[in-house]
């Protein structure tokens, strides 16, 4: 008798991993356009003309200067230098950042496989390739996307290990200590995003046992290790940060708005036009809206609502009562947090029936929608975030050799540079540096009898000493003063005519 024929095995397995795949890819592509889209059109700011200038230096030269004066840990310059090979191009620095966002998003899908369905870690992943707030900071020379990629992996590894789908768990337990040690070396408030872990270990106590709690804080001895040698740095800095402004930062309500509203929606409510009370309303309601709807998941996809909230709530706790400096809560510290925001909705999806499941579908729409506003706002050519490609172009239509630039607060130097380094040689200046605010300036050390140029920068990060203009009010100005609005601050650039007698100042 022969043997009967084997059957075949049924294609449709195949088809829908293939369309997964498909998907997975799909998303990933659509949140790599929006990062790398127009990511050269727009200004470098303060910020970012510091990282271009420290990352024009050799190797060597630049890793010094970042321990010895700079605020943050030099992991991202020493990644970004290789990149830039020699080159000053403000893109080239931005791709940095943008390739490590659509890196966190890769990551981010396979955390969000880990604790949910297909479907529902698409819609989370989908969300975060959507964020306006990742891609704001997708385009920026500035080490907050690298650091929350490093935050992203350490947390993929312990969503493998909090669902319990691994026989072997060491090469996570490794992959944690060594993305929380590169994420220290990046950023220092990483630390509250790891601390974080614990938090979501101790929550999980009944499912998991004690046994990972024991892991987890043996496994941190590494990272703990590997960044010991550079406390000593952090405690310099810390004292100098303490001595430019009075402790600050309270969670209060405002500050807690501005969070949610970024978190959901970028800068919405900056780039609203008329309406920016109503923007931040609405995107801050949409954000804790996101995360009242996680709540819904917490019998069927528990796991996965341990992870969001303590991943996303927990920095943000830890980072109000940690203040620094005067203005130590900025919701941008808190990138490395903010993809845990795309996780509860999903979550709620995955886990909801019957009309809570389209209330939460409508939810996730709303978030599309309001973020593809936002961005459209943000890649206006109108938009900068400090114009100061524009405020130094004015300076070098008008400028004749010999004139005096006076850069207030003196930290502003570092754009001007940027931007004037190709007209040094055909037009000579002198640069001065106002004393920081708070000390006299006088005018008559400078030497005057020619023109002289203010350059100010006034945000949160930049305080200009008023002194300065009080002290050359009595002389003309040989133009109106040219004023550029940005996101983060305004740029005033001031040409005073010094060759005519001065009246007294008022």
């Known amino acids: 008798m022969p043997a009967p024929e084997a059957t075949p095995a049924p294609a449709r397995p195949q088809r829908q991993t293939a369309l997964a795949v498909a998907l997975v890819v799909a998303v990933l592509a659509v949140g790599a356009l929006l990062r790398f889209n127009a990511i050269g059109r727009k200004s470098l700011w303060l910020d970012e003309a510091v990282t271009l200038n420290l990352a024009d230096a050799p190797y060597g030269e630049m890793i010094a200067a970042v321990v010895g004066h700079d605020a943050h840990p030099p992991g991202y310059y020493a990644l970004l230098h290789p990149w830039m090979r020699g080159s000053h191009s403000a893109a080239r620095a931005r791709a940095f950042s943008a390739a490590a966002s659509v890196a966190t998003l890769a990551a981010f899908y396979l955390l969000a496989r880990a604790l949910l369905p297909q479907a529902a870690a698409l819609m989370a992943t989908a969300l975060l390739a959507v964020s306006a707030y990742q891609v704001y900071f997708a385009q920026e020379a500035r080490h907050y996307a690298l650091a929350a990629l490093f935050v992203t992996l350490s947390w993929c590894c312990l ?119 109503v923007a931040l309303a609405g995107s801050a309601t949409l954000g804790l809206l996101a995360v009242a709807a996680g709540l819904a998941a917490w019998r069927a996809h528990g796991r996965a609502l341990a992870v969001g909230l303590a991943w996303l709530l927990a920095p943000v706790l830890l980072l109000a009562l940690f203040p620094l400096r005067g203005h130590a809560y900025d919701p941008k510290h808190l990138l490395i947090a903010a993809p845990a925001l795309a996780l509860l909705p999903a979550a709620a999806f995955a886990s909801a029936r019957g009309l809570l499941r389209w209330a939460v579908a409508a939810l996730a729409a709303a978030l599309v929608a309001a973020n593809a506003y936002s961005l459209v706002r943000y890649y206006d050519r109108g938009v900068e975030k400090e114009n100061w490609r524009a405020a130094v172009a004015e300076v070098v239509q008008r400028v004749e050799p010999g004139d005096i630039v006076v850069f207030n607060p003196f930290y502003v130097r570092h754009p001007f540079h940027y931007y004037y380094r190709p007209h040094y040689r055909d037009f000579p200046v002198v640069t001065v540096e106002a004393p920081v605010a708070g000390r006299p300036f006088r005018a008559g050390e400078l030497k005057l009898g020619r023109r002289l140029w203010v350059l100010e920068g006034a945000s949160p990060v930049e305080v200009p000493n008023p002194e300065v203009n009080r002290a050359l009010s009595g002389y003309p100005l040989l133009m109106p003063v040219r004023r550029y609005e940005g996101l983060i601050g305004t740029v005033s650039v001031y040409l005073y005519d010094t060759l005519r007698p001065a009246k007294p100042p008022r």
């Open 159 to 277: 969503a493998q290990i909090v669902a319990g789908k691994r026989r072997h768990q060491w090469p996570f337990w490794l992959g944690i200590a060594l993305s929380n040690a590169a994420a220290l070396y990046t950023f220092y408030y990483c630390a509250f995003a790891i601390a974080a872990q614990l938090v979501v270990l101790l929550a999980l106590w009944r499912q998991l046992g004690r046994r990972p709690v024991a892991r987890w804080l043996a496994w941190q001895l590494l990272p703990a290790a590997l960044f010991a040698p550079y406390v000593s740095v952090i405690l310099e800095h810390a004292a100098r940060l303490r001595s430019l402004a009075p402790p600050g930062g309270a969670l209060d309500a405002p500050a807690l708005m501005a969070t949610a509203s970024q978190f959901a929606c970028g800068f919405l409510a900056r780039l609203a036009g008329h309406y920016p009370g």
